[in-house]
């Protein structure tokens, strides 16, 4: 299947600080991208929709101020955690959809754990 | 809306058995997609099957199977003989319109237990 590869796979920071987070396509397209969350023990939630030239749609209830997301390429899509709390602290977790395919699945990152001090 | 529920949470069973993970799914859409993955305790999200609503045969692969009942809007997930490797969180998923390409719903998951 295709791959997703999601950088860095763990990072702790001090509050207050920014995180990068970045989601590539290696062996396909992808004009869709999507950003989830996912709290221990519990199921994935949906942050938002990242697309390739345009502005993501955000989940009601997530802030776009805080959580950054930028598509700028075919292959690569980056969530920015800015002034990042405590609460902030979870698994982060991308998808790319490839469109080549007739099954047009979403292939998942191997995710991202934020643990914010 | 789309809703999608995962009744049991955590399931434990002894290696060489079987364990079935029901889900069920709500949906007011004709057109949708089905899907369960395996998250291992590395955390990846693995792609297990897909199945659009209007195909409701039941599927096998390796040790895997699939038993999709429109009827009772459920995509029910059995391994058999189970192995140590198989312990994981199985999340099931739904995605409304024609090319299961949209957004995915999650169940909360089914955490599988295999003691060897």
């Known amino acids: 299947g295709a791959v997703v590869s999601q950088h860095p796979s763990r990072v702790i920071c001090k509050s207050g600080t920014s995180v990068k987070i970045e989601c590539r396509s290696l062996?396909?397209?992808?004009?869709?991208m999507f950003w989830y969350r996912q709290f221990p023990k519990q199921s994935l939630m949906l942050m938002a929709t990242?697309?390739?030239?345009?502005?993501?749609?955000?989940e009601q209830g997530v802030e776009k101020d805080k959580f950054l997301i930028n598509h700028a390429s075919l292959t690569l899509s980056t969530l920015t955690v800015t002034s990042a709390h405590p609460e902030d602290s979870s698994f982060y977790i991308c998808?790319?959809?490839?469109?080549?395919?007739?099954?047009?699945?979403?292939?998942f990152g191997a995710g991202t754990r934020l643990s914010v001090l | 809306a789309q809703k999608v529920t995962q009744a049991q949470t955590e399931i434990s069973v002894v290696e060489k058995e079987d364990v079935t993970l029901d889900c069920v799914y709500e949906?007011?859409?004709?057109?949708?997609?089905l899907f369960w993955y395996k998250q291992p305790p590395s955390g990846e999200l693995v792609f297990l099957i897909r199945?659009?609503?209007?195909?409701?045969q039941n599927e096998i692969s390796g040790r895997y199977s699939w038993n999709f009942q429109k009827s009772t809007s459920s995509f029910n997930f059995t391994i058999t003989a189970s192995q140590v490797v198989d312990s994981a969180v199985y999340f099931c998923?739904?995605?409304?319109?024609?090319?299961?390409?949209?957004?995915?719903?999650f169940g909360k998951g089914n955490q599988v237990v295999v003691i060897p």
């Open positions: 949906t007011r859409d004709t057109t949708y997609y």
């Open positions: 062996d396909f397209q992808a004009t869709t």
């Open positions: 990242s697309n390739e030239g345009s502005k993501a749609t955000y």
């Open positions: 998808s790319a959809r490839d469109l080549a395919t007739p099954e047009n699945i979403q292939y």
């Open positions: 199945r659009n609503s209007f195909d409701e």
């Open positions: 998923a739904l995605s409304e319109g024609p090319y299961g390409n949209n957004r995915l719903a």
